[in-house]
């Protein structure tokens, strides 16, 4: 069996065995209507979720102090210039061997991406202004840009690595970084103080709906291409 049929199979088997393209698509829709429920409460200026984003963001920016710098050097290096050549390598070596996970990384990139930056510039919230915090970005805060695309770029990447039959140990090694990656790019941007609570929420619910729903196409074609 070839290199590349093996990776058709891996990705058939990982959507067998687990989510359907049905159950993924569903999945979807449940966290969109998620999202789209904390939209409006945020785009309303609900009370209750106007004292929790405080609540809790009083509880955690600038702690642990020792914290703080990590979290920014975090958040350079995953900024949308960042993130974007790390998923078009990443597209490219994949591309030939591993097309459809290839294929799942790069819907799952562009369409939160252009997601996010849509519903930043309809929602056009405030950044907080937090006294423990020295940083003050200029750009609508909901949804967390960072958040979403650790979700759709970087947590994509690490599934792909330590599904896919790549091979070698390296593989697994980087995909459980990019893991981590993606899964601290939201909490760090909480602990700089750049973003709302419910703007880590937000971009977690929208990037796992964006995931889910790429995963459901992509497979949903490789069936029907049969």
Known sequence: MSQRLRSTWRWSKASTDAPRPRSLAIVAGVLLGLFMVLLIAVAA???????????????????PAWLVSPADSLGLATRDLGSGAVVAIAVALLWRPHRLWAQWLLWSAIGGFA?????????GRTRPAWSESAFQPLMASFPSGHAMSGITAWVVLGLILLLAPVGGRLPRVIGVLALAVGVL????????????????LGGWLLGGAVVCGAAAAVRWFAVRGR
Do not use: C, Y
């Open 115 to 123: 997601l996010q930056n849509i519903v930043k510039e309809l929602v």
């Open 45 to 63: 200026a609900w009370e209750p979720i106007l004292r929790f984003d405080h609540w809790l963001g009083h509880g955690v920016v600038g702690h």
């Open 185 to 200: 790019m939201g909490p760090s941007r909480l602990v700089l103080g750049v973003h709302w609570p419910t703007d880590i």
